[in-house]
């Protein structure tokens, strides 16, 4: 019988441990009941490991007879091994840890044993931005030698920050894993169960990546901080008490297509907006954007930001304008934060938000089971029942989405039929765990502290049933963010802004573009599009202006 681990090797392990070994180290390993070869070797492994020294305990456990403290570690598959000091740092591997991945869980146990990362500074200090849970896997086969580095990467993450839950993954091992996170070179980082990165990048461009999809506005924050250092960033805070030529609301398409535009004509410009990149960023992939075959939403919002802030524009992000107000010839914009800035013209490109029901319970479930962005949120409700509300192209896409974690999903209409194009509805169909409801509405949200499920009544016949769902995801349409401006102008029935062909409406200075204006056609091509022509027009009106001031450029 081969040995787990060769002579010359346990020998050099067990001087090690007796050189550096500090704290004691609990080894969790959970098998199942008839083993698999996976789980006879790494458990012969690890038991090799416990007799070289008496700092490291073995404790052997059956998922399936186990079953709560495998729930209480989060151990789904065998074969698992947790690496434990006096608490759990969320460290694991699931496969064999033979072949370049010994090294992993060596240093795995080092770590625990004396409590050094190893890590910089930096890469300690954005570890530490990470403020809500995270679940990093790192996807390898066991003859890649550069794999260890991001394992490695990941387990000191993990240990640093007790958000972070860090797993080794044998790709050969699970292949129904390796399958479903595409994977196609190692190693692959998945992020929240969604595929990241592949390659062994250096410690602070993977934390980067990582935080790109964990934590946007720290990724933000901190990629904006590099981009000044290179040079490539030159915008500036806003000063409530200095005069714009031209102020732009929304961060969205529309809004850096006037931005674009605005900055190239060198107009003294302030940019106002909520979420950078709008509605785009929940969009997983765009395939619509010339020049580009496919690019992510958030990628696409990323590469706007960053072309932008080239520019000497002033800047805040994530705030919101809650009111626009005329005052003599200028604009007042009162911001979230409850400061005013003057601006000369206005184009707002604030788009649209989600649409609710209304019913009793919804507003209590937001964020505890209702959403809106199946994009976003789909992992969250793995082999869970959820409903998606809606029967358009949304709708379907959502469910789509969904297909790859949810237990049963709900397609709902108030409709009798569905409205998605007739290829979507199809593949969505394709699949047993969907079932569609159509001439049903959502009544009521049910649950006590998360929602637990919703009441259904049918149109037509009134009929009435409760449908139990943990998740459920409102695909109904947008409402345009239009209330800042009521009272300015006349919005149209829908809400939205009424513009000219030129993006001008019925009050001079103010311009609209994007979702939140009365155009037509919502995508995102036009939306840019009519922020550039924005931009132009309000160009013009300045000049305009400026002449019949007789040359007062207006800026204080």
């Not at 007799?51 to 399936?64: A, F, P």
């Not at 998945?190 to 990165?197: H, S, T």
């Not at 209409?413 to 569905?418: R, S, Y």
């Amino acid at each position: 019988m081969t040995e787990a681990i060769d002579a010359r090797t346990r020998e050099a392990v067990r001087r090690l441990f007796e050189s550096s070994l500090q704290g004691p180290v609990r080894l969790l390993f959970f098998t199942q009941r008839m083993p698999c070869q996976a789980c006879r070797e790494q458990r012969a492994l690890l038991e090799a490991l416990a007799d070289l020294s008496d700092r490291l305990q073995l404790e052997v456990h059956d998922l399936q007879g186990d079953a709560g403290l495998a729930q209480r570690y989060g151990i789904r598959r065998v074969p698992a091994t947790a690496v434990l000091g006096e608490q759990d740092h969320g460290i694991r591997f699931y496969g064999v840890t033979s072949g370049y991945e010994f090294d992993s869980l060596i240093e795995a146990i080092l770590m625990v044993s004396g409590g050094e990362t190893g890590l910089d500074a930096e890469a300690r200090a954005l570890a530490r931005r990470i403020r809500h849970p995270l679940h990093l896997e790192i996807l390898v086969t066991l003859t890649c030698p550069y794999c260890p580095a991001m394992v490695q990467l990941a387990h000191q993450l993990a240990y640093l920050n007790p958000q972070i839950q860090a797993d080794m993954i044998d790709a050969a091992q699970f292949p129904e894993l390796a399958q479903r996170y595409q994977v196609s070179g190692v190693p692959r980082t998945v992020v929240n169960e969604r595929p990241a990165f592949e390659g062994a990048l250096p410690p602070r461009d993977a934390l980067l990546e990582i935080l790109r999809l964990a934590e946007p506005e720290a990724y933000e924050e901190v990629e904006a901080a590099l981009r000044s250092q290179r040079g490539e960033r030159r915008v500036r805070d806003p000063d409530p008490g200095h005069r714009y030529q031209l102020l732009i609301v929304g961060a969205g398409p529309a809004a850096m297509g006037a931005a674009l535009y605005a900055a190239r004509k060198e107009l003294d410009l302030l940019l106002l907006g909520d979420r950078p990149g709008g509605q785009i960023v929940n969009t997983a992939q765009i395939e619509n954007w010339p020049g580009i075959a496919t690019i992510g939403g958030q990628e696409l919002a990323e590469q706007f930001r960053r072309q932008i802030e080239r520019f000497p524009i002033a800047e805040r992000l994530h705030l919101s304008v809650d009111r626009i107000e005329r005052d003599g010839q200028d604009f007042l914009a009162h911001a979230g934060d409850g400061r005013v800035y003057r601006a000369q013209a206005v184009i707002y490109c604030a788009g649209k938000r989600y649409r609710t029901l209304g019913v009793p319970g919804e507003q209590r479930f937001l964020g505890h089971g209702v959403a809106f962005c199946a994009t976003c949120d789909a992992p969250l409700f793995r082999d869970k029942r959820v409903a998606v509300v809606g029967g358009g192209n949304s709708a379907f896409t959502a469910a789509r989405d969904l297909l790859p974690f949810a237990r049963e999903i709900h397609v709902i209409n108030i409709l009798p039929d569905f409205q998605a194009d007739p290829v979507l509805i199809d593949e969505v169909r394709a699949s047993n765990r969907v079932r569609l409801h159509p001439a049903m509405e959502v009544r009521e949200f049910l649950g006590r502290e998360r929602l637990s499920g919703i009441r259904l009544r049918g149109v037509e016949d009134g009929r009435q049933q409760d449908l139990a769902v943990e998740g459920v995801f409102l695909e109904i349409g947008l409402v345009p963010n239009s209330q800042p401006l009521q009272g300015l102008l006349e919005l149209n029935e829908r809400g939205e802004v009424p513009v000219a062909r030129d993006q001008s409406t019925a009050v001079a200075g103010l311009f609209a573009a994007g979702d939140v204006s009365d155009e037509a056609v919502k995508q995102i091509l036009v939306a840019a599009a009519a922020g550039a022509k924005a931009a132009l027009a309000a160009h013009e009106y300045l000049h305009a202006l400026r002449d019949s001031r007789g040359g007062d450029g207006g800026q204080g």
